[in-house]
């Protein structure tokens, strides 16, 4: 008869082994807790696997448009705040133009500056950037669309000096103060045709102009931006105006009035013409208004189709997502059950091995 025997390096080999197997499930388990899905997903789905590929890709496709969103939103808001104190500045110059003949008229000084004050909020908020981009420049992000008329060397200022200059040259006078009450009504419609685009601008009076081509004042001049809005695909199907520019008419009216009505509600001017004048711009205001608010109101019908967009993209991903739960998911309260089945395991072999670890022959002789 032949005796066979356990040695203890073998019984701790066994257990060593089977502690590594342990700890390799365990950290699975603590994945598929954390995540709440298999944590070898090719191996648990097989051929499932693709499936669950092409609808993870969807729900990654679907929060890109979220996130695509979210920066439109962002656009959409910041535009609309903008023209909306845009349209505050024009109601200033409004209040004051048609108070002017009122028993309570405030001073031409008091005139003056307010509407420089309202003009210069006008531009502030036509060049405003967000995340390094010209809300009002159309397509060209990277350009500051409207030019600065207070700032020295202003191209408009010198543009609209221009058109008055040559006015003045016509007439046989040499400043504003000298010109009629017709005069001045014939200048006033001529430069709102200048601004508009009706009437476009030659050399002279302007120079460094090609006399072979038509030029609009605003855009030459006073505007960088581009007619050509931004646009954001909201959804895979639709695709929305997500900006404006500052060639639209609210805010050449805006421009075109400011400056008109600092040249002649000065003092040096008579009270007849004045009266005209305040009259003209109150109404040339107006418009600036009406032009800014439909403005407005465009990019809100854009914000209610992006946030109607936004819903559908997260009903969605959400269908998706409860699909691939269904598919990926694991049972948290199984695995947990594991989970503590192995760490007990774990434990007894460590015991066990410690124990191993501690016989020796020694003991016995």
């Given at each position: 008869?032949?005796?066979s ?8 080999n066994?257990?060593?082994?089977t ?9 699975n ?26 609808l993870?890709?969807?729900v ?10 979210a920066?439109a ?9 903008a023209?909306?104190s845009?349209a505050?500045?024009a109601?200033?110059?409004?209040s004051?133009?048609l108070?002017t ?16 004050d309202?003009?210069k909020?006008?531009?502030g908020f036509?060049?405003?950037?967000v ?10 992000t ?10 020295e060397?202003?191209?408009?200022k ?5 058109e008055?200059n040559?006015?003045l ?17 014939a200048?006033?419609?001529h430069i709102e045709g200048?601004?508009n ?20 004042f605003?855009?030459t001049?006073g ?6 809005n ?12 997500s ?8 805010m050449?009216?805006?421009a075109?009035?400011?400056?008109t009505?600092?040249?002649?509600l000065?003092?040096s001017?008579?009270s ?22 439909q403005q ?12 109607k ?6 009903a ?9 739960l269904d ?6 309260y199984?695995a ?7 760490q ?11 124990r ?9 002789l």
């Amino acid at each position: 008869m032949k005796t066979s025997f356990i040695s203890s390096l073998a019984m701790q080999n066994s257990m060593r082994s089977t502690i590594l197997k342990a700890q390799l499930e365990m950290t699975n388990l603590n994945t598929e807790l954390t995540t709440g899905k298999h944590a070898d997903l090719g191996v648990t789905l097989g051929a499932n696997t693709a499936r669950s590929l092409d609808l993870n890709r969807d729900v990654d496709r679907l929060q890109s448009n979220i996130t695509i969103n979210a920066f439109a939103t962002q656009r959409l808001e910041s535009s609309q705040a903008a023209l909306t104190s845009m349209a505050t500045a024009a109601n200033k110059i409004q209040s004051v133009v048609l108070t002017t003949n009122g028993a309570e008229a405030p001073t031409t000084a008091v005139v003056l500056q307010t509407i420089t004050d309202a003009y210069k909020t006008f531009t502030g908020f036509a060049n405003t950037a967000v995340g390094g981009e010209y809300l009002f420049s159309g397509i060209n992000t990277d350009v500051q669309p409207v030019d600065d008329y207070f700032a020295e060397g202003s191209t408009l200022k010198t543009a609209y000096d221009a058109e008055l200059n040559a006015f003045l040259a016509t007439a046989g006078v040499s400043k504003p103060s000298d010109l009629t009450k017709d005069q001045v009504s014939a200048f006033m419609t001529h430069i709102e045709g200048v601004f508009n685009g009706t009437t476009t601008v030659t050399n002279p009076p302007h120079t460094g102009l090609d006399g072979t081509q038509n030029y609009d004042f605003w855009t030459t001049f006073g505007s960088k931006a581009s007619d050509t809005n931004m646009t954001s695909r909201v959804s895979q199907n639709e695709v929305v105006q997500s900006s404006t520019n500052s060639n639209s008419q609210g805010m050449r009216y805006f421009a075109m009035t400011a400056v008109t009505a600092m040249t002649f509600l000065d003092s040096s001017v008579s009270s007849e013409i004045r009266a005209m004048v305040a009259s003209q711009s109150g109404t040339n205001i107006g418009k600036a208004i009406d032009g800014l608010n439909q403005q407005a109101s465009s990019l809100g019908l854009s914000q209610e189709r992006v946030k109607k967009s936004n819903d559908s993209l997260a009903a969605q991903k959400k269908i998706i997502e409860t699909h691939l739960l269904d598919i990926e998911g694991i049972d948290t309260y199984e695995a947990k059950t594991r989970l503590d089945l192995l760490q007990q395991q774990i434990e007894i072999a460590y015991s066990l091995t410690s124990r191993l670890q501690k016989m020796s022959l020694v003991n016995y002789l």
